[in-house]
């Protein structure tokens, strides 16, 4: 049993400044959680009070149902890999490994046994007499989390273990920490910065800002509805593009209008947004919703095009749209589209995806939650029912009761 | 070709610059006593300087109170300081406050303190003894080596004595098994400066010290007689005297650079 239940867990610094406000959630044993969000958001620090390296002003952590608010890290049997690997620099790979098991006084034989499993389990057999300075930063990343393998703890908490990787390797290791995270059934709580491993790594998502605990969910469910602006901004590269716009009705639809463009409500949504139709409001369009041919409902709009990056496996249209106030948009678009710079090009919204946010909140506006895959509709359920599907943070969060109400 | 060699020209000035001295005194020291004002070149050689300096004053003994004195004070001064610049790296132990406290025990001229050390010493009998010394000695470096080691703990990640603490060892034990060996280099490097310190010291070494006691530099200094400045013979103690700081900064020398620039460079 290794859950870990931080229960309204707060960082109050001498200086009077939050680190960590009031963070309520429920890691479920075995569960892959990722800490997301940008740098100073209180993630590390929130790692770390797990881990009891910082002490908890207020609030109570438990760790398999045991409250362990003031226990010392030793006695908390968590592994933790850092962001530096932390390697003992004066100590062999075999020293480093079995380290953790000397200190509990584990016989010599057992941590010898141990050493060689893990060292088999992540390649680093022909290393292990090596000083971790003689090693490539991939085998100290390894190193780093063979030590923390071997002690068999009841959670592994990593703070951007993948972080000092260049890119290729870095893909290589979130595989590799998956594949561990299956093969071992352990807690793990990942702290990171970086979009494509809390998308591709976790079975939740908790996204960080400002100490505080915005939204929890399952990766596809937190991308497809964003509980405000921030989270839509963050969570994929390009971006959500964010256009200041007025919903207005029209006849029996609802259209969104912003300075050049005119998108109508998609019928799925009319009941949802309704209520806001007259006021002003923020249109998020995520890149991919924005297409170079026309299908059957979807808005045309015109954008001058400002840059073209080619990926080879798709071009970013970087394009503005409005004259008074112009607004700089994103789309992906095949690989085979071009446009010269400066010209005025259409492209086609497809707005079922579409979000409304409120401008003065940030917050967005409920409506029903799309099927992961865009297609169809999940239709609003009984009032119990999605809060309780919901992890226990996300439903006290204020924007959970918009989830939670869609 | 042409830049290449005025620049070796003017190393191997500043070399010369700094080491004629140093060969001069090499040169006297092997020179009969009647002889060491010549200005030729090498009008003679002979190591009867050296021996006299064993024969017939007390150089022998002051080189071993030197030893003993400069070895007792590092070895003294050390653990406090390694334990008061760690509580200064890592945590808010007395603030600002407290490291300048420490240094500016360093801002007063030794002479100001030097008749109080002494009237305390005579009173607790410490004075002509080389336990007395030992201890002045570890109090003057304390605050220098305080600092050295501060800078070197400041430069040690945290992150690893949070591993440690979550590999299961105790606060104490991460700094006695990660942070201390870690450090060593720093320590070494802050050990030997406080050698240097104290081999080199000359005011403290004079009052609080007696015949007995006499540490290389008063010994140096008692050669001045009535007679003149005998030299020869002091060049040849000031040769025996340079020699540990040469031995030891060759091979610690790559411990000081790491010591002295590890806080700095992260």
Known sequence: MSSIELDHVSKLYASGAYGVRDVDLTIGDGEFVIFLGPSGCGKSTTLRMIAGLESITSGDLRIGGRSVTHVPPRERNIAVVFQSYALYPHMSVRENMGFGLKMRGTPRAVIEEKIRDAAQLLGLAPYLDRKPAALSGGQRQRVALGRAIVRDPVAFLLDEPLSNLDAQLRAEMRLELVKLHRRLGRTIVHVTHDQVEAMTMGDRICIMRDGRMIQVGKPLEVYADPVDTFVARFLATPPMNLIPARLEGEGDGLVVKADGIAVPVPEMHRAAYAPAAGREVILGLRPEDLHETAEPGFARIEVTVVAMEALGVENILVGQIGWDKPVEIAARLSRHYTAPIGARVPLYVDARPMHLFDPETTRALPRPRLAPGGGGVILPASPAAPAASLPRAASTLPGASALARS | ?266
């Open chain 2, 1 to 266: 070709m042409l830049r290449r060699v005025a620049l070796h020209s003017g190393l191997l000035l500043a070399c010369a610059v700094i080491l004629l001295p140093l060969l001069w005194v090499v040169r006297v020291s092997l020179l009969p006593e009647p002889l060491s004002y010549s200005t030729d070149l090498m009008p003679g050689a002979t190591l009867d300087n050296y021996v006299a300096l064993f024969t017939t004053t007390r150089y022998g003994q002051s080189y071993l109170n030197s030893l003993i004195v400069a070895v007792g004070s590092v070895i003294v001064a050390l653990p406090f300081a390694a334990m008061t610049g760690y509580a200064f790296a890592r945590f808010k132990t007395s603030g600002r406050f407290g490291r300048f406290a420490v240094l500016a025990t360093q801002m007063l001229p030794p002479v100001a303190i030097v008749l109080p050390v002494f009237t305390l010493f005579r009173i607790a009998g410490l004075t002509n003894s080389l336990t007395g010394l030992v201890i002045v000695y570890a109090a003057l470096n304390l605050p220098f080596l305080i600092w050295i080691l501060m800078g070197f703990f400041e430069g040690i990640p945290v992150d690893l004595e949070w591993a440690a603490q979550t590999d299961g060892a105790t606060a104490w034990g991460a700094f006695w098994r990660i942070v201390l060996p870690v450090s060593l280099p720093g320590i070494a490097a802050a050990g030997v400066l406080g050698f240097i310190l104290t081999w080199n010291e000359f005011l403290f070494a004079l009052v609080l010290s007696g015949p007995q006691t006499a540490t290389v530099p008063v010994a140096l200094a008692s050669l001045q007689t009535s007679n003149g400045v005998q030299i020869a013979k002091v060049s040849a103690g000031v040769v025996l005297a340079v020699l540990p700081l040469v031995i030891a900064s060759r091979f610690i020398q790559r411990f000081i650079v790491q010591g002295l620039t590890f806080g700095s460079v992260k």
